[in-house]
């Protein structure tokens, strides 16, 4: 995991080749990347979706690693949410010159809330401007980690020639005919830093293993294996994170790397086993979303001999195949042909063919085990985020957390021929990407397709043609724009309905107040005494949440809102659940009205890297694009500018940063949260919905 072009590909195809899993290096920019097989990715020179592989390294016994290489672009955030679900550990890769990237920070976030063990290797070591030293310090500030480097580099770039392995206490020297390392003496002018780093190193993992503590207050000699070990209680625990050097475009450190995944990340043995609860103790709702009450789970065993149970965490379109599903086993064996229960869609199902994944490539295999991660074909109605498991064992593991599309663009599919492929495919690909949502325009009947940003949809319209052989439009970017309220509230309808036969009648009285950012809309009932019967509380909520997705001022869905049952009334023979979904629709929509309601647009953290003789001009165009200027960090000979911007004044930003600066600046950007817009800004956009809704 890393930011964009920090060398997670390269590092990867370095990886495969050492292991012996591929006979030759593949090269990103030659677009001949293993791990990057999609058309797109070989073209544009990044990933775009996340590959599967499994290699082994021989170091110390037979150890199987399953691999994952994960996209750096913001767009694409999601595929390293759902990997870091389902994986055990982490190679989090810097680039020596860049240090901690904005990337690197939201991959980090995303780790650890998982709870994901990491090591860090500075890649690039042998570029202009390689600093290991100043890598560190960012990671202490930026991230709150606890880096504790493990090598240190010997000379940097175009004299980076070899590392000082600070655990054996000894030098390593680059071959660049074996590609491996080979001993050597530690160059005398690095003996007192050697000495300094080294000391650090050990205290900080002595405050993991009490044996290594008071073999050092003791002075006495620390064996490398003592002090292995104490790292790694300290990395499966989250308390430190060893960090390595190297450049793996020149392949320098990456076996090193390889032994540090060994020596210090953990095997699925080594953690507690992931935290599920029984199926029984989730409402229907509550199924489907993956929630967990904290008093309900318990741990499951990670064993062989167990039940089976996993996840699934990724579902992709094959032309050849059809739909595969990527689960991450947790406990127990899948074998090809077996029935699996999906407790999410309270479903069967039944495993076709099972198979191991070598980026694009298959392998046929008759069965799988704990810790393994598969793809399996002739899954109907699993989805990702669901659980699989043994009918009988019957548990929910917990699910994952999709970000809303922050962008929106209409799409027109060219000819009569296109238009039902164009369904089809939209629906496939909805199917494999939970950050992209196909919707349809009340309005004017267009359909829509959101996504993360502008390339996402690219991307998106780039595969519909290639992939599926659909022509289509694509209209400008549009602003996801969300509505809130900013006061609390009180409301109460009453649908009532004659029709001659049995009629309709629902009653409810309901109480808004604004909610935390990003929890969304929530629901609670108040009522005591019967006077709206409990049966028709979630029909109350459905229409409550059916109301939220079209808002009351520019017709964007409302956001951020927390709803009280606090009354109501029913009729024995007329009431109903459809009565009171619509009762709380129409309570809910008429206490927007009434409670201040505001509009929200997404803002961004942009980071601008740029020569510092055209720092003035990227301040003053980024102030005049409604940016709020954070920090200025100078570096070698550039300025980093960090600023938050609202994303509808950043479209087209490239071509004009290219201009200020005669290309020589470069930035990135990723959604930080949603804002109230300005008043006049919003006063256009309700403007423009009242003359949409009008005619």
């Known amino acids: 995991m890393a930011h964009i072009d920090a060398g997670k590909t390269t590092t990867s195809e370095r990886i495969l080749f050492f292991t012996g899993r591929t006979h030759r290096m593949g090269e990103v920019h030659d677009g001949a990347a293993t791990m990057d097989w999609m058309a797109e990715e070989q073209e544009r020179g990044i990933t775009i979706t996340s590959a599967a592989t499994v290699c082994y390294w021989n170091r110390n016994g037979h150890n199987r690693i399953n691999i994952i290489d994960t996209p750096g672009h913001v767009d694409f955030t999601i ?8 994986l055990d550990g982490a190679i989090a890769v810097f680039c020596a010159v860049g240090g901690v990237q904005p990337q690197s920070e939201t991959v980090w976030r995303q780790a650890d809330k998982y709870s994901v063990p990491r090591i860090a290797f500075v890649n690039k070591m042998d570029r202009v401007g390689a600093d290991f030293k100043a890598v560190l310090s960012q990671m202490e500030s930026r991230l709150n980690a606890n880096p504790v480097a493990v090598q240190l580099p010997i000379g940097s770039e175009d004299k980076f020639n070899g590392v000082i392995d600070l655990v054996e206490n000894k030098a390593l020297f680059f071959n660049t005919e074996t590609l491996d390392t080979e001993p050597g003496e530690i160059p005398e002018e690095m003996l007192d830093e050697v000495s300094e780093f080294r000391e650090t190193l050990i205290v900080k993992a002595s405050d993991f293993d009490e044996g290594l503590m008071e073999a050092y207050l003791n002075g006495e000699e620390i064996s490398a294996d003592a002090i292995r070990a104490a790292l790694r209680k300290g990395c499966i625990s989250l308390g430190l994170v060893p960090v390595f050097c190297g450049s793996a475009f020149k392949n320098k450190g990456v076996q090193r790397v390889l032994d540090g995944v060994i020596d210090y990340l953990p095997s699925p043995i080594d953690i507690p086993g992931p935290m599920v ?44 195949v059809g739909q595969l599903t990527f689960i991450r086993i947790y406990s127990g064996r899948l074998e090809a042909g077996q029935a699996v229960y999906n407790t999410n869609k309270h479903r069967r199902e039944r495993i076709g063919r099972l198979l191991r994944m070598h980026a694009n490539k298959r392998e046929d295999v008759t069965e799988a085990y704990a810790g393994e991660i598969v793809a399996v074909l002739g899954l109907k109605s699993t989805v990702t ?13 917990e699910s994952m957390s999709f970000p809303a599309p922050v962008i929106n663009m209409s799409i027109e599919p060219d000819t009569q021929d296109d238009v039902n492929r164009l369904g089809i495919a939209l629906q496939k690909l909805a199917a494999e990407d939970p950050s992209f949502k196909v919707s349809t325009d009340k309005e004017t009947g267009q359909t829509v397709i959101g996504g993360m940003g502008e ?6 319209a780039s595969r519909l043609k290639r992939e599926f052989g659909v022509n289509a439009k694509v209209g400008r970017p549009q602003v996801a724009y969300r509505e809130t309220i900013t006061r609390a509230g009180e409301t109460e309808c009453k649908f009532v309905r004659q029709s001659g036969g049995r009629g309709q009648y629902g009653h409810v009285k309901i109480a808004l107040r604004p909610n935390e950012p990003g929890k969304g809309i929530t629901f609670e009932s108040k009522i005591v005494g019967g006077v709206v019967p409990r049966d028709y509380w979630p029909a109350v909520e459905k229409g409550i949440r059916s109301a939220s997705e079209t808002g009351v001022l520019a017709g964007y869905p409302i956001v951020d809102v927390h709803v009280d049952l606090i009354d109501g009334s029913y009729h024995e023979v007329d009431s109903s659940e459809m009565a009171f979904q619509v009762a709380g629709s129409m309570a809910f929509k008429d206490g927007c009205k009434k409670s201040g309601p505001q509009l929200l647009e997404p803002v961004f953290d942009v980071e601008v890297i740029t020569p510092e003789e055209y720092t003035g001009d990227v301040i003053g165009d980024l102030n005049s694009r409604r940016g709020r200027i954070q920090d200025l960090e100078p570096r070698k000979g550039v300025q980093a500018i960090r600023a938050v911007v609202p994303l509808s004044e950043m479209f087209g930003y490239a071509t004009v940063l290219r201009s200020e600066t005669q290309g020589r600046a470069s930035y990135t950007m990723q959604f930080k949260c949603y804002e109230p817009l300005p008043a006049a800004l919003s006063e256009g956009l309700v403007e423009r919905f009242g003359a949409r809704s009008n005619s």
């Open 385 to 397: 985020g669901d659980t699989l498991c043994d009918e009988g064992l019957d548990v929910v593991l």
């Open 79 to 86: 595929e390293v949410e759902r990997c870091l679900r389902v």
């Open 277 to 320: 609860a029984p199926y029984e103790a989730f409402s229907r709702q509550e199924r489907e979303e993956g929630d967990v009450t904290e008093e309900e789970k318990f741990e499951l065993k990670v064993s062989d001999n167990g039940q089976f149970a996993g996840l699934a965490f990724k579902l992709m379109s094959d032309p050849y």
């Open 455 to 460: 390339l996402h949809l690219d991307i998106i």
